[in-house]
């Protein structure tokens, strides 16, 4: 019997190896690398060494049948293998030590945006890992890419559905435009009865318009016109319009597409890359993993695009592999405020927030919320599935202003009945940016403006969030790897005042000369019908009602502000807390059809005037600098109150901190002490005299 058990366990433990290895559900067949080259010459990375970038393709396979599987769109109607699986490629690159034995154990995937985006190089020892999940990218020389089967019906036949699309903006004498950016989607030659092409004059934020007609049949074709005049050479990727397009009109064609990119397989794919990179050995072929043995700890990090991808990969239960083991430790999805639009008919995941195109429709808090004011049925969060299957990660969430007021964040934090705060749960942190534009500004401690925001009225913020973050993906990785709790979350509340209307007067902004009114500004939050095949939850199924149907407008609320017109939650830059103007997450549309309105997802930037004399000559509410700071000195002073705080409370690290010390001191935001006036010098004494006891007297 002791011989029995004896060889039973050595059985046990030799199909633990092999799944280890060559796991029978693995979906790596093979990993391919085509270049090998020492990052920076071989140059030694801090205490890292030196870093070798691997490139190559990742040959993958995903099972239909498997539970994990069964949510992409369309994947039980996408072409089959001998072993009845789908099939798919994608590229890849890698970033490690040369050295292993100085491999931190910690492997870093940046999802790319729009196929844009390489690996980075650690003196922590981290691994850099990004590949292709998009499968509408056009490829180039250095981007990530995935490619996908086409879905076809189960007699073979092609797939067809209504497609949207939508022209503004055109130049004089356009007469050819094209379908869609990337690869896109074809019409079907074979049926275009249902085409409709409108022009209108007008539209509204919220998607109401004026001045509309519809084009006749007989005066637009899907050709080329900019060579062989209207109706031109026959081009099923291209749209004519016989007398060309008017500069001054918008032009939305709902047309019957052919060929749906498998598009979820994005998904499977990164799930299954790093599955494999965290526990494998070996490709199905035999090839080596790379980094075989040297990860222990996984975290991802996206921004805009790429964080609703990861928002979306756990949404979707992707952080689970294929043994039913955790893919992603840690998730930071950055400067993200909705689902990505990848998984369902026809989609289109390169899209923002224009009206019509979805991703603000699913599940987008973290915590159970019952979504009344859209008719769900049920309570719902972003970590149901994850937890189901205990494969949740540690959760690192940062924004700023433009996601409110541009990128339709506010139903994250307080639902689409705006009547509470949805609580988070235990592993989720939210850090709010107050006053950053999109991704954050510049930096620096410059007053004057540098240069206009594109196509807006104002100039551009300046205002960053690259140092908080930085300090976040360490707060992340510490959290992860040593389970250092973060920083308590910081963000704007309804129940602290701080999250109100986005009017000027709930939001307390002043009237500022040469600024408009944030009235009627916001980019709203719309409820749209796409019809009964869509699966609104988790953005998936397919579109039939095309353009949608607009239902209602959802509460949309933004960052209360203070008398300089900054906002007053958050974690703020130290730029922002020793600021130099008014630093805005939205912008105002210069001039083309959409003037205006809020200028897309661009911050903007209105500097104080120098002096009281300035400020009072234009009616500028705002105290200028000379009042606030006094002289250069003051200012300088003024920073180092701010760094010292971001250091304290974790949101500056140490090199960041010095770097900016040392750029405020050599900045000129205002004349020396030597240079100004006695009252000027009394108020810089002032500001450094409680840098100087907060300092316990060791300035």
């Not at 292709?132 to 180039?140: E, H, I, L, R, Y």
């Not at 953005?539 to 239902?551: A, F, N």
Request: charge should be neutral.
């Amino acid at each position: 019997m002791t011989r029995l058990r004896s060889v039973a366990k050595r059985a046990a433990m030799l199909l633990a190896v092999v799944a280890v290895a060559a796991p029978a559900m693995a979906q790596v067949t093979r990993l391919e690398i085509t270049s090998r080259e020492l990052a920076r010459d071989g140059e030694p990375i801090g205490a890292a060494g030196p870093f070798e970038i691997l490139r190559g393709r990742v040959y993958g396979e995903v099972d239909p049948a498997d539970r994990r599987n069964q949510i992409i769109q369309d994947i039980e109607l996408a072409p089959r293998n001998a072993r009845g699986r789908v099939e798919y490629v994608a590229t890849f690159a890698i970033a490690k030590p040369v050295d292993p034995a100085r491999a931190s154990g910690v492997l870093v995937y940046s999802v790319v945006n729009r196929g844009n985006g390489d690996v980075t190089v650690s003196p922590d020892g981290h691994i850099s890992v990004v590949s292709g999940w998009q499968g509408d990218v056009v490829p180039t020389d250095r981007n990530q890419t995935l490619q996908v089967p086409i879905a076809r019906n189960p007699d073979g036949s092609t797939i067809t559905g209504p497609v949207l699309q939508r022209f503004v903006n055109l130049p004089a004498g356009t007469t050819t435009v094209t379908l869609r950016a990337g690869t896109g989607y074809p019409h079907a030659a074979e049926d275009q009865s249902a085409a409709v092409l409108i022009a209108a004059e007008s539209e509204t934020i919220d998607g109401r318009k004026s001045g509309v007609r519809t084009i006749a049949r007989s005066d637009w074709v899907f050709a080329d016109c900019r060579t062989v005049p209207f109706p031109g050479t026959p081009d099923p990727t291209r749209l004519c319009l016989k007398d060309g397009f008017d500069p001054k009109l918008l032009y939305e064609l709902v047309y019957t597409a052919r060929d749906p990119l498998v598009l979820g397989i994005g998904l499977a794919a990164v799930r299954d890359l790093v599955s494999f990179l965290r526990y494998d050995t070996q490709d199905a072929t035999g090839a080596a993993n790379p980094v075989a043995g040297l990860v222990r700890h996984v975290v991802s990090i996206g921004n805009s695009q790429s964080g609703n991808f990861i928002r979306t990969f756990i949404h979707l239960g992707f952080n689970e592999d294929l043994a039913g083991r955790i893919v992603w430790d840690g998730a930071f999805p950055r400067i993200a405020a909705r689902l990505t639009p990848m998984n369902f008919r026809f989609a289109i995941p390169g899209g923002a927030v224009d009206l019509y195109e979805p991703g603000s429709e699913g599940v987008l808090w973290w915590s159970p919320y019952l979504d009344r004011a859209r008719g769900r049925a049920s309570m719902t969060s972003l970590l149901d599935r994850c937890r189901a299957t205990s494969t949740c990660p540690k959760i690192i969430e940062a924004f700023g202003s433009a996601e409110f007021w541009g990128l339709r964040m506010s139903p994250n934090l307080i639902g689409t009945d705006a009547a509470a705060d949805i609580p988070l749960p235990a592993e989720v942190r939210r850090y709010y940016m107050p006053g950053t534009t999109h991704g954050g500004g510049r930096g620096g401690f410059q007053h004057a403006p540098s240069g206009q925001a594109p196509g807006c009225t104002l100039p551009a913020n300046p205002n960053p969030m690259t140092e908080q973050l930085r300090a976040l993906d360490k707060a992340l990785i510490d959290w992860v790897v040593h389970g250092i709790e973060p920083p308590p979350s910081r963000y704007p509340m309804l129940s602290t005042g701080e999250l109100v209307p986005a009017t000027a007067s709930a939001t307390g902004f002043p009237t500022i000369p040469g600024v408009p009114s944030v009235d009627g500004l916001v980019k709203v939050v719309l409820d749209y019908d796409y019809g009964p095949s869509f699966n609104t939850n988790d953005l998936t199924g397919i579109l039939t009602q095309i353009p949608p149907r607009i239902v209602q407008r959802i509460p949309t609320y933004v960052p209360r502000v203070d008398a300089d017109g900054n906002e007053t939650s958050g974690v703020p830059s130290v730029l922002h807390q020793a600021p130099l103007g008014t630093y805005l997450g939205w912008n105002v549309v210069a001039g083309g059809f959409f003037a205006g309105q809020i200028c897309g997802f661009q911050g903007g930037y209105v500097p104080f005037a120098k002096t009281r004399a300035e400020r009072e000559q234009t009616g500028d509410p705002r105290l200028s600098l000379e009042e606030r700071y006094g002289t250069q000195e003051g200012y300088v002073c003024a920073v180092e109150t701010a760094v010292e705080a971001a250091v304290r409370d974790r949101f500056l690290i140490e090199d960041d901190a010095a770097r900016l010390l040392e750029e405020a001191r050599a900045s000129s935001v205002l004349p020396t002490a030597a240079e100004s006036s006695a009252a000027n010098r009394l108020r810089a004494e002032a500001l450094c005299g409680r840098v100087s006891a907060q300092s316990g007297g060791t300035r």
